[in-house]
């Protein structure tokens, strides 16, 4: 079982950045994909950038050009650049990962955008 644990939400005012990370338990090159979901109050969980084992990324199409995912296999982490932050991007964030047809989720970690 992939645990995945998520780190560096918080407040920001609108225009800021936030990084955040996601630990995974055992080697990332073994998990086909992992990305990031974000769930605002009211709202379905949507996907908002995702990146393969072999690093291909694809983001939501409210999100492209600010946020950047990227991983490093070696420390078993991925992480989600957020830049140009803007109130609607408020959410809890939550780090995926599907590895041989089992999804896995973080505990989620709360971003706040202040205007």
Do not use: H
């Not at 949507?46 to 950047?68: C, H, M, P, Q, W």
């Not at 780090?95 to 205007?115: D, E, H, L, M, P």
Request: overall charge positive.
């Amino acid at each position: 079982q992939v645990q995945l644990v998520e780190s560096g939400g918080g407040l920001v005012q609108a225009g800021g950045s936030l990084r955040l990370s996601c630990a995974a338990s055992e080697n990332i090159f073994t998990i086909n994909f992992m990305g990031w979901y974000r769930q605002a109050p009211g709202k379905q969980r949507e996907l908002v950038a995702g990146i393969t084992r072999d690093g291909i990324t694809n983001y939501a199409d409210s999100v492209k050009g600010r946020f950047t995912s990227s991983r490093d296999n070696a420390r078993n982490t991925v992480w989600l650049q957020m830049n140009s932050l803007k109130p609607e991007d408020t959410a809890v964030y939550y780090c995926y990962a599907r590895k041989f047809g089992i999804n896995y989720w973080g505990q989620g970690t709360q971003v706040t955008v202040s205007s």
